[in-house]
């Protein structure tokens, strides 16, 4: 007992030790960088153009540990100049300055955030209102945009540096090969009979790793790269895995006349896959798996699509899939699709919508105010009011009480402070060291907002009186928790449940979309990133809904609406493998005729209505046992949805 008891605190205690020493690390390496930015810019160009620094050092913690395309850094720094200069015309002219804050956050919320990277927006929109906070003369404007492109560069260099060290450990062929192995041995476990929820697991983990990298690879801009291809079908591949292993049937071991061990040849295939480099290998591999698909013969079921399913899939990733990259030459995607993919996201039910709305108006609202006002520090309100303002609505609520509690406190300490530190370089020395405190706090802490606020302060302390200074703070903090406050409860507010609401639809609609690209797929070839596109989609927003689920303090309706999210996935799973018989060449004329009428009436009614369904009476009519296998179970799982 004692020897489990003294491992299990040494495991508590490195664990601890490693998640500190990282938080450490990062601060003082952000810290390191704001140092450097600030004394440069300070020498060169002078402290009035410093408000540039803190979107930059933003912007480097959100990359510091990815590792991402070398073209990512001129994009950063042509999209920070470009921002500077939005940043000054929004100062000219009051309409302007309406305008411009309007549009701007708006587009930048809609084209970088979602709910599953809430926060990706945060450092260009802080670069945008932090830059308009002081109105500038042009030729002061003219050294800004100079200051800008420095600092910019300087963050390009520095992320070059991280993304270097990063490759070092980061192999993304190693990734994808354990993947494919992490894969096979589960299948080798499946075919010696185990049943373990740890099997399932394990799958859904790399299934929601590849759904997320399938989305961040996304651009409104730009296709998919050859790596982004392969992520989504990756994602494919362990969704139908998942599925099998949720499936009710299977698990109960229903299926019992189905040969297991036909999971061995699949896993063995898988293996080939993942040691295949050479064009001449992969030949191999793909002859090998067209042999497997004539010679195993399984019964009606579950097994049977995920076998052939599977087995198609790898063939497409050994063979590279020509047919479906012949379009990825093109590097941007057509101005068509590119406002089609903005149009879909101007719904009032989104997530990104909402959000975008309500940083518009607080934008709007306290950027006229500060400039029309003219008051010392005016420009405090708007950076409060965006600090304040967050994504998510309970977030925000816990700013709105830590944030004036860590400012009343940081003016105390700066208070106190200044009466000790009062050369212009011991300031310097004791900012430098607080806004490295602030990259070690939790955001939007209380403690956090001490720092800052003693940061502030003590910079202002340069220049007015440090009494003022506080006034100031505190009655801007204020008027912006109050403006914040108003916005989030009348604007398209963004509650937990609101969310889950809109994520339910969310969820119905793809499914509807889902009908509809299987009648494209009757009639022509259709990329697969599409229907990539949807699984990830599906799947990131079920996860989200899920949790939320989980969370309801009352059982029964947790229990409802677990089972509800549980059939509607049900659902998306045989579409996907009815969509999959239609790509892969399985079905007859007859049944892709008949498929066409079921689809056309579950395209427009998502779930059959119980009697009178023509849908449901033309299954009858399908030949494809595997077609009317999954379609049955689709009727199956949409009507138990109408009976909850």
Same mark, same amino acid.
């Given at each position: 007992?004692?020897?489990?008891?003294? !491992?299990?605190?040494?495991?508590?205690?490195?664990?601890?030790?490693?998640? !500190?020493?990282?938080?450490?690390?990062?601060?003082? *390496?952000?810290?390191?960088?704001?140092?450097?930015?600030?004394?440069?810019?300070?020498? &060169?160009?002078?402290?009035?153009?410093?408000?540039?620094?803190?979107?930059?050092?933003?912007?480097?913690?959100?990359?510091?540990?990815?590792?991402?395309?070398?073209?990512?850094?001129?994009?950063?720094?042509?999209?920070?100049?470009? &921002?500077?200069?939005?940043?000054?015309?929004?100062?000219?002219?009051?309409? &302007?300055?309406?305008?411009?804050?309007?549009?701007?956050?708006?587009?930048?919320?809609?084209?970088?955030?979602?709910?599953?990277?809430?926060?990706?927006?945060?450092?260009?929109?802080?670069?945008?209102?932090?830059?308009?906070?002081?109105?500038?003369?042009?030729?002061?404007?003219?050294?800004?945009?100079?200051?800008?492109?420095?600092?910019?560069?300087?963050?390009?260099?520095?992320?070059?540096?991280?993304?270097?060290?990063?490759?070092?450990?980061?192999?993304? +062929?190693?990734?994808?090969?354990?993947?494919?192995?992490?894969?096979?041995?589960?299948?080798?476990?499946?075919?010696?009979?185990?049943?373990?929820?740890?099997?399932?697991?394990?799958?859904?983990?790399?299934?929601?790793?590849? $759904?997320?990298?399938?989305?961040?690879?996304?651009?409104?801009?730009?296709?998919?790269?050859?790596?982004?291809?392969?992520?989504? %079908?990756?994602?494919?591949?362990?969704?139908?895995?998942?599925?099998?292993?949720?499936?009710?049937?299977?698990?109960?071991? $229903?299926?019992?006349?189905?040969?297991?061990?036909?999971?061995?040849?699949?896993?063995?295939?898988?293996?080939?896959?993942?040691?295949?480099?050479?064009?001449?290998?992969?030949?191999?591999?793909?002859?090998?798996?067209?042999?497997?698909?004539?010679?195993?013969?399984?019964? +009606?079921?579950?097994?049977?699509?995920?076998?052939?399913?599977?087995?198609?899939?790898?063939?497409?990733?050994?063979?590279?899939?020509?047919?479906?990259?012949?379009?990825?030459?093109?590097?941007?995607?057509?101005?068509?699709?590119?406002? +089609?993919?903005?149009?879909?996201?101007?719904?009032?039910?989104?997530?990104?919508?909402?959000?975008?709305?309500?940083?518009?108006?607080?934008?709007?609202?306290?950027?006229?105010?500060?400039?029309?006002?003219?008051?010392?520090?005016?420009?405090?309100?708007?950076?409060?009011?965006?600090?304040?303002?967050?994504?998510?609505?309970?977030?925000?609520?816990?700013?709105?009480?830590?944030?004036?509690?860590?400012?009343?406190?940081?003016?105390?300490?700066?208070?106190?402070?200044?009466?000790?530190?009062?050369?212009?370089?011991?300031?310097?020395?004791?900012?430098?060291?607080?806004?490295?405190?602030?990259?070690?706090?939790?955001?939007?802490?209380?403690?956090?907002?001490?720092?800052?606020?003693?940061?502030?302060?003590?910079?202002?302390?340069?220049?007015?009186?440090? !009494? *003022?200074?506080?006034?100031?703070?505190?009655?801007?903090?204020?008027?912006?928790?109050?403006?914040?406050?108003?916005?989030?409860?009348?604007?398209?507010?963004?509650?937990?449940?609101?969310?889950?609401?809109?994520?339910?639809?969310?969820?119905?609609?793809?499914?509807?979309?889902?009908?509809?690209?299987?009648?494209?797929?009757?009639?022509?070839?259709?990329?697969?990133?599409?229907?990539?596109?949807?699984?990830?989609?599906?799947?990131?927003?079920?996860?989200?809904?899920?949790?939320?689920?989980?969370?309801?303090?009352?059982?029964?309706?947790?229990?409802?609406?677990?089972?509800?999210?549980?059939?509607?996935?049900?659902?998306?799973?045989?579409?996907?493998?009815?969509?999959?018989?239609?790509?892969?060449?399985?079905?007859?004329?007859?049944?892709?005729?008949? %498929?066409?009428?079921?689809?056309?009436?579950?395209?427009?009614?998502?779930?059959?209505?119980?009697?009178?369904? &023509?849908?449901?009476?033309?299954?009858?009519?399908?030949?494809?046992? $595997?077609?009317?296998?999954?379609? !049955?179970?689709?009727?199956?799982?949409?009507?138990?949805?109408?009976?909850?």
């Amino acid at each position: 007992m004692r020897t489990e008891a003294l !491992t299990r605190f040494r495991s508590r205690g490195t664990t601890w030790a490693h998640e !500190t020493y990282g938080k450490v690390s990062d601060a003082l *390496t952000s810290g390191l960088l704001y140092t450097v930015l600030f004394a440069t810019i300070a020498w &060169l160009f002078g402290t009035s153009h410093v408000m540039i620094i803190s979107p930059i050092v933003v912007i480097f913690r959100g990359k510091r540990r990815k590792y991402f395309s070398l073209a990512l850094i001129p994009r950063i720094i042509v999209t920070l100049l470009v &921002l500077n200069i939005l940043a000054y015309i929004a100062t000219l002219h009051v309409i &302007l300055c309406i305008i411009l804050n309007a549009i701007v956050p708006f587009l930048l919320v809609m084209v970088q955030a979602s709910q599953f990277a809430p926060k990706a927006y945060f450092g260009y929109v802080m670069t945008f209102v932090f830059l308009e906070l002081r109105p500038l003369a042009f030729d002061e404007f003219l050294v800004q945009l100079a200051v800008t492109a420095f600092a910019a560069c300087v963050l390009g260099i520095v992320l070059l540096i991280m993304r270097w060290q990063n490759g070092a450990s980061h192999d993304p +062929e190693a990734e994808l090969a354990d993947s494919l192995e992490t894969l096979a041995t589960v299948l080798d476990r499946l075919a010696e009979g185990e049943r373990s929820r740890d099997l399932a697991q394990e799958v859904t983990k790399l299934e929601r790793a590849f $759904d997320l990298m399938c989305f961040n690879s996304r651009s409104l801009f730009r296709r998919p790269d050859r790596a982004g291809l392969r992520y989504y %079908l990756y994602a494919t591949l362990f969704q139908r895995a998942v599925y099998l292993l949720s499936d009710t049937a299977w698990q109960q071991g $229903d299926e019992s006349d189905v040969d297991v061990s036909a999971l061995h040849d699949i896993a063995t295939m898988i293996r080939q896959v993942k040691d295949a480099r050479t064009p001449e290998e992969h030949a191999v591999v793909r002859r090998c798996l067209l042999m497997l698909l004539d010679m195993v013969d399984l019964p +009606e079921g579950r097994i049977r699509i995920f076998f052939r399913s599977l087995l198609h899939m790898l063939m497409i990733i050994v063979s590279g899939a020509p047919e479906r990259r012949r379009h990825l030459s093109w590097r941007f995607e057509p101005l068509r699709d590119i406002v +089609e993919g903005f149009t879909r996201g101007i719904d009032p039910d989104t997530f990104e919508f909402r959000f975008a709305m309500r940083l518009s108006v607080v934008m709007v609202t306290t950027c006229t105010i500060s400039l029309l006002w003219g008051v010392d520090h005016a420009y405090w309100l708007p950076l409060n009011a965006f600090l304040l303002l967050m994504p998510s609505y309970e977030e925000s609520s816990h700013r709105m009480r830590t944030r004036p509690l860590g400012t009343a406190i940081g003016c105390v300490v700066a208070y106190v402070v200044s009466h000790v530190v009062r050369e212009p370089l011991e300031v310097y020395v004791f900012c430098m060291i607080m806004i490295t405190l602030v990259y070690c706090c939790a955001p939007g802490s209380w403690i956090q907002a001490i720092y800052s606020t003693s940061f502030a302060l003590m910079m202002c302390s340069l220049t007015m009186p440090e !009494t *003022t200074a506080m006034a100031l703070r505190m009655f801007f903090v204020a008027l912006a928790v109050v403006i914040v406050v108003a916005v989030n409860r009348w604007v398209l507010p963004s509650r937990k449940d609101r969310i889950y609401q809109a994520n339910r639809r969310q969820l119905y609609e793809i499914n509807r979309t889902y009908w509809e690209f299987v009648l494209e797929s009757i009639d022509r070839h259709v990329e697969i990133r599409r229907s990539a596109d949807m699984l990830s989609d599906f799947h990131l927003v079920y996860e989200e809904a899920y949790a939320y689920a989980q969370s309801l303090d009352d059982e029964r309706m947790r229990e409802h609406e677990r089972r509800y999210l549980v059939r509607l996935w049900h659902m998306f799973a045989e579409v996907e493998q009815v969509e999959y018989l239609v790509q892969s060449g399985e079905l007859s004329d007859a049944d892709l005729g008949v %498929l066409r009428h079921i689809a056309e009436r579950l395209h427009d009614k998502v779930v059959p209505a119980q009697t009178g369904c &023509l849908a449901i009476d033309l299954i009858n009519d399908v030949e494809s046992i $595997d077609l009317r296998y999954a379609l !049955t179970h689709y009727v199956e799982n949409g009507q138990s949805i109408a009976l909850l």
